[in-house]
């Protein structure tokens, strides 16, 4: 850790969803912005050890990094804010802090003390927040959860006593809250934001700066009440209005001054940060020259966060090609429920179709459908992971003769031409998993090479033959049927080095047709889109000037 490093705690009350992780990430953009150098980090109260086991209409998307770690959607915004690609040592939960704990109480590295939560929880949450650092200016820390619940104890006590150790001057304390209006008073209420800083008082923290989150402006008189209430100075309380689009978010922030209280607070006096790349990003989605539908065929439509990344992902491919991308979703079983006449309407007028990442066999076959839809009738398609694999049954079942295709992930099948993963490389090792492991972090994770066919659709996006993609997945499309497959029109354009593992596939007689084992929303940021969303939109885009 750099002698000054300061760190930046930011709680949420009131209510759950104010946009904390969105804050943080806008926050780190603006300190950047700058000229500082800085770090996101995320401490989750709760007791999963990460969440790659949790549901994702619960919890939302798992945010995969480059080494590996399922995460927290948050490290999505910050990665997408900032460009600094967070770690494993970036996201932390109540479940590995105690798992931690545990086993080394069971190996005798107490040797003998009673453990407790206070000094040995609150000491491995605090190892955590100095841990792995190099260099930075910035570390911000956001707490998951709300102020008030029985779960985020230990984490409030430990950056209590960080805030103590290591003194006002590198330690801030940032409280983000609600301002709700009530239409009948028409009037924001203060109330709520009194009593979460008392909350917070209560443990110990006195927040230095308040993010008041509003629909509407806040009279300079009700502000100057927030700050005398909760101890704040006037000038701290700082508004968070609602605003048109996320791009807009930073701007927002930095107008109302939260880049500058903090800087103020920690007595730099920094230049005023150069903001034109995110006026830009924010004039261009606000202004776009025409639109486009995209199909999201999941399972998970029910809760949007489940697909966070990849909405980002074609708003990206949106800007970069001036056009506003709405976005259908469709729950994949209706492709089951109804017949081919009449699920036709449903697709009839998208300009392109995406099925993302997926698992399990329900829905599965409606994606199947979609598929078909789109490689009959040439509409753009874009597959991600669960996405390749039915598009690759699709063409096995549909066009290279072998109707019982299938993945071993359904049960047991006599053309695995997608089948479980028993052992890969990575890097120098070999990786072995069975089908008796854990659930829990035992998938493929991770960043993994890919090499490109050169003359193929892929490697003219990526304008390279060879990157590295994020994965998440537990099966692998079977290389034994690349022959058949590619003799079906479906080329292997991508392959892990080894030649082992298809990574990308494409139909050269089509219009737009590419699918991919790897997640490449994860990297997409709004400066840096990512070039399979630059491609599929600008396909989609052309698709819909010719209906
Ligand atoms: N269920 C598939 C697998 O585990 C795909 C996973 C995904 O789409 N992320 O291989």
Not at 103 to 109: H, V
Not at 250 to 272: M, N, R, T
Request: hydrophobic share 35%.
């Amino acid at each position: 850790m750099a002698a000054l490093t300061r760190f930046v705690f930011i709680t949420g009350g009131v209510v759950s969803s104010l946009g904390k992780g969105l804050g943080s990430a806008a926050l780190g953009a603006l300190l950047q912005a700058r000229g500082y150098k800085v770090r996101l980090r995320k401490l989750d109260p709760y007791l999963n050890v990460d969440p790659g086991t949790m549901s994702p209409t619960q919890h939302g998307e798992v945010f995969v990094t480059d080494d590996g770690a399922e995460t927290d959607l948050d490290l999505g915004h910050y990665e997408r804010f900032t460009g600094v690609h967070t770690r494993q040592t970036d996201n932390v939960t109540t479940g590995r802090i105690y798992s931690d704990v545990l086993a080394k109480e069971r190996r005798g590295d107490y040797l003998g003390a009673t453990i407790q939560v206070i000094p040995h929880v609150t000491d491995a949450i605090k190892k955590f927040v100095f841990n792995d650092l190099n260099d930075e200016d910035f570390v911000l820390c956001e707490i998951g959860g709300t102020v008030g619940d029985i779960e985020s104890l230990p984490f409030l006590e430990a950056i209590r006593q960080i805030g103590n150790e290591i003194g006002k001057q590198r330690a801030c304390f940032i409280h983000v809250t609600l301002l709700p209006y009530i239409a009948a008073a028409g009037e924001l209420k203060t109330k709520p934001t009194q009593h979460s800083v008392k909350e917070l008082q209560s443990v110990g923290i006195q927040p230095d700066i308040l993010l008041c989150r509003t629909e509407h402006p806040l009279p300079a008189e009700q502000r100057a009440k927030i700050g005398l209430f909760c101890n704040v100075r006037p000038d701290a309380v700082i508004l968070a209005e609602d605003v048109r689009n996320i791009y807009e978010v930073p701007l927002a922030y930095h107008e109302q001054g939260l880049d500058g209280q903090v800087c103020a607070h920690f007595g730099l006096k920094s230049k005023i940060p150069d903001l034109s790349c995110w006026r830009d990003i924010a004039h261009n989605f606000a202004h776009p020259e025409g639109e486009v539908t995209i199909a999201i065929v999941g399972k998970y439509t029910s809760l949007q966060d489940s697909y966070k990344s990849l909405g980002e992902a074609l708003s990206h491919g949106g800007i970069a090609n001036k056009v506003k991308v709405n976005i259908k979703w469709l729950d994949s079983e209706v492709f089951e429920q109804e017949d081919s006449q009449t699920y036709l309407h449903h697709l009839e007028n998208v300009s392109g179709i995406l099925v993302p990442g997926g698992f399990g066999k329900r829905g599965s076959e409606g994606k199947v459908e979609a598929i078909r839809f789109a490689r009959e009738q040439n509409v753009p398609y874009l597959g991600i992971c669960f996405g390749m694999q039915m598009a690759v049954l699709e063409t096995a079942r549909g066009l290279a003769g072998i109707p019982q295709a299938s993945s071993t992930e359904f049960g047991p099948c006599d053309e695995p031409v997608v089948g479980l993963m028993t052992e890969w490389s990575a890097g120098n090792q070999v990786q072995t998993r069975s089908g008796a492991d854990d659930l829990g972090g035992t998938m493929r994770l991770g960043v993994y090479p890919c090499q490109i066919a050169k003359g193929s659709l892929a490697s003219k996006l990526y304008g390279a033959d060879f990157v590295e993609e994020r994965h998440r997945h537990r099966y692998e499309v079977n290389i034994a049927y690349q022959d058949k497959l590619e003799n079906a029109g479906l080329k292997m354009s991508g392959l892990s080095p080894d030649g082992l593992l298809p990574e990308i596939v494409e139909r050269p007689d089509h219009p737009w047709f590419v699918a991919v084992q790897f997640h490449p929303e994860l990297k997409s940021k709004p400066f840096e889109p990512h070039p399979l969303f630059v491609g599929f939109i600008s396909a989609a885009r052309e698709k819909s000037r010719l209906v």
